[in-house]
Nanobody, 116 residues
Framework: QVQLVESGGGLVQPGGSLRLSCAAS????????MGWFRQAPGKGREFVAG????????YYTDSVKGRFTISRDNAKNTVYLQMNSLKPDDTAVYYC?????????WGQGTQVIVSS
């Protein structure tokens, strides 16, 4: 199992930017494809972005394409999500985990609120 700790969320105005980080423990982090997910109030958890173990393959849900960028630093056991041109619909708790099941235990997530 890999332990995951998300950070970087906050309150931002529409059109603003945030960079989320996901720090992972465990020596095998670099062998996993990783993903970012989000859960908006009253909704289920959805996939947002994914990255292969090498970083060469990237995946995005349609609603964030062109605005969000996922990246990773295997030397630091960290996955990032750069979020630009944020919209109120992006408001959610953001989580990281392996891109595909079986998932590790979910962390606490980091809250992103997009509001004027």
């Amino acid at each position: 199992q890999v332990q995951l700790v998300e950070s970087g969320g906050g309150l931002v105005q529409p059109g603003g930017s945030l960079r989320l980080s996901c720090a992972a423990s465990g020596r095998t982090f670099s062998s996993y494809a990783m993903g970012w997910f989000r859960q908006a109030p009253g909704k289920g958890r959805e996939f947002v972005a994914g990255i292969s173990w090498s970083g060469s393959n990237l995946y995005y849900t349609d609603s964030v394409k062109g605005r969000f960028t996922i990246s990773r630093d295997n030397a630091k056991n960290t996955v990032y999500l750069q979020m630009n041109s944020l919209k109120p619909d992006d408001t959610a708790v953001y989580y990281c985990n392996t891109r595909l099941p079986p998932y590790n235990s979910w962390g606490q997530g980091t809250q992103v609120i997009v509001s004027s």
